[in-house]
């Protein structure tokens, strides 16, 4: 969870080498005989998942890093997987896979920043003063543009929020607080946060800085690093566009605290001023254009690579509803080798809980479609994402360039980062508010003896922060279902967020319930299985916020 080389597009990377021992062990592990229905004890349930987890999560695996060889071996033993149980290839040309055209951005050299002050211009520093993120889409860049303030940067009418209300901020660059004023659901504020850049470029702008609410702040922090020393990856497709890139913006850049200050130096107010109107009780000061303009010349240097995701199609059997389908879905992707290891250090992020898991019983979801002998209604699409741990960009790359119409994909399971360390006894499927997928959800946990129980953490926001949200952006009813906090999950959660995530300790040393996962696995696909037997396709309910925004044509339901 989100908390090299080019291949054809029908293999991902290494795949030939990979399928020399991945199909042996495909084999060992599935037995060559008919798998046997769910179970309440189904001992083999537990050493299949737990044999998947064991073969994602090795250190020979490198941590499966987006683009790199770990990766392409466990695309290749996912697909083979897929394919020794009797599912159909969903990718892109008849294959398995979905590559992923993913760009490496650097600047070629330290851009040339300046701020001109009455007709003055003044070198700024970057990486100190500013910093501009290096570009995915113009090698060369250059800029003379005039600042607007606008306020927190919100534009939405569902909502009556215009920031930009009485502003001209065509090809000029926006400056918005970062955050959100007080009032919003946390859900809505993280997307609306999200967006900013958008919004910014949909209203013509070709620059974006944030900076913070209180005195002393800049940019949030991070950005002013990551944009002067860091790579940044995206997606660029072959018509140019980009994932995280919306069409006009040339430049998105951080300022340091003092720059901050500077940049409203003879405006109207001064930013002590607006700063202050914004404290007091979640007002939105207005915008107004500021005084100096920014001049940049940039450079930009691009190392192009793919990455595959692995698509499974299950087809249903019902002639009126097998066009439609649910999509199950986890990333496959870690964070690769430690950079900084000493030497005798572990230097593998193994990601076992996540999200080796998530796939493992994905695979094992698949399994039981195949065991029950009944095909399901709808068609089922069982996809491991690529570029998650990047910031959702291979959900996001399908998304935009899905293998099956996007309307025709009614609902989507995300299983990221399950935590099988105690006996499962809810799950926590965020999103839930939203549509009714989460009654098939309530329906088969009961089913199992278990509960569906609200969010632990809405001020996580943990709904926009996984694969299935770059589905619910375009319509998709969606999910992400966590193991629950009931009968000790919640301090096992706390523990493994305070010690274990996103760190080399995420291995197969962890003491993994095996009987607990394959509960899960189990769950999942007597989820997808109700979802694509059902007669009628999730509905988002009538007036949710997602529900208006992304999929305004289509039905409603009451809650």
Known sequence: MRWHGSASSREPTGVNRALAFVAPLAALLLGGAAPAAPTARDATADDRVRAHVEFLADDLL????????????????????FRALGLQPGGEGGSWYQQVPFRRA????APTIQLIERGKPAALAQGAEIAIAPSHLQKVRSINSGLVFVGYGLSDARLGLDDYAGLDVRGKTVVAFSGMPSGLPTEIAAHLSSTKPQVAAAKGAIGFIDIGVRAGQGSRPDRLQRFTRSPLVDWVDAAGRSGSTPPGL???????????????????????????????????PRGFALAPRLAIEATSEWQDFTSPAVIALLP?????????????????????????????????????????AGIATLIEAARHFVASGRKPRRSL????????ELGLLGADYYAAHPTVPIENIVAGVNLDMPLPLYDIADVIAFGAEHSTVVRNVEQ??????????????????????????????RGVPAILLFTGYANGGKAKWDHFFATTYHSVRDDLSQPINWRAAARYAELN????????????????YRGNYFGDTFAPGQPRADR
């Not at 490198?62 to 770990?70: L, W």
């Not at 696909?525 to 988002?540: E, F, K, T, V």
Request: glycine share 8%; charged share 25%; no cysteine.
């Open 381 to 388: 699409l069982f996809m491991a994402h690529t570029g998650e």
């Open 250 to 284: 040339q430049f998105n850049a951080a300022v340091s605290p003092a720059l901050a200050e500077r940049l409203f130096a003879g405006a109207a107010r001064s930013l002590a001023q607006v700063r202050a109107e914004a404290e007091r009780g979640g007002a939105r």
């Open 62 to 81: 490198e941590g499966r890093a987006t683009g790199e060889r770990g990766h392409a071996i466990a695309a290749a033993y996912v697909s083979s997987q």
């Open 106 to 109: 650097t600047h070629a050299r």
């Open 525 to 540: 696909y007597r989820i997808a299985r109700a979802l694509a037997d059902a007669d009628r396709r999730p509905y988002w």
């Open 444 to 473: 088969a946990a009961r089913e199992m003896g278990m509960k569906v129980s609200p969010d632990p953490m809405p001020e996580q926001s943990i709904f926009v922060r996984s694969d299935h949200y770059r589905f619910v952006t």
């Open 316 to 356: 249903g059997a019902d002639r009126a509803l097998a066009r439609e389908h649910v999509a199950l879905m986890g990333h496959l992707d870690h964070l690769g080798l430690k950079k900084d290891a000493k030497p005798g250090e572990d230097a593998v992020y193994n990601g076992a809980l996540d999200n080796a």
